[in-house]
């Protein structure tokens, strides 16, 4: 038996529509036509991303940033513009955006407090 890498990728939110409503508004995601109770699952390719309500005897108030360890990278045609419009909209930007080998990247943090790093090379 062999795993082929990611199929899924769904982050536990204290609140899900408010996170749903943010990566609508402020990242342009579009809600998938289907969604299993409790979660949003975006129509993002070639992995499917959601925000879902938390397990059972999961606490997210008892980590200063939940995901620490993590890393999140989300892709995006115009980092900068998205960078920009974040800034403009109050979102904490946790990196500045620089050059690295994925094109421009930064990273903000969502209403939860999740750090999520955009970039815009493929």
């Known amino acids: 038996m062999t795993v082929t890498g990611p199929d899924?990728?769904?982050l536990q939110v204290s609140d899900v529509e408010r996170?749903?409503?943010?990566?609508?508004?402020?990242?342009?995601?579009?809600?998938?036509?289907?969604?299993?109770?409790?979660?949003?699952?975006?129509?993002?390719?070639?992995?499917?991303?959601?925000?879902?309500?938390?397990?059972?005897e999961t606490d997210l108030g008892s980590v200063d940033r939940p995901g620490t360890g993590v890393a999140l990278w989300l892709h995006c045609d115009d980092a900068q513009a998205l960078h920009d419009s974040l800034r403009e909209s109050g979102t904490p930007i946790l990196r500045e955006p620089e050059t690295g080998p994925f094109g421009l990247f930064f990273t903000f943090a969502d209403?939860?407090?999740?750090a999520v790093t955009v970039h815009d090379q493929a």
């Open 8 to 10: 899924f990728i769904a």
């Open 19 to 56: 996170a749903a409503t943010f990566y609508e508004e402020h990242l342009g995601l579009r809600r998938a036509s289907a969604s299993p109770p409790g979660a949003v699952v975006f129509a993002t390719t070639p992995i499917p991303f959601a925000v879902r309500t938390p397990l059972p």
């Open 111 to 114: 209403p939860d407090g999740y």
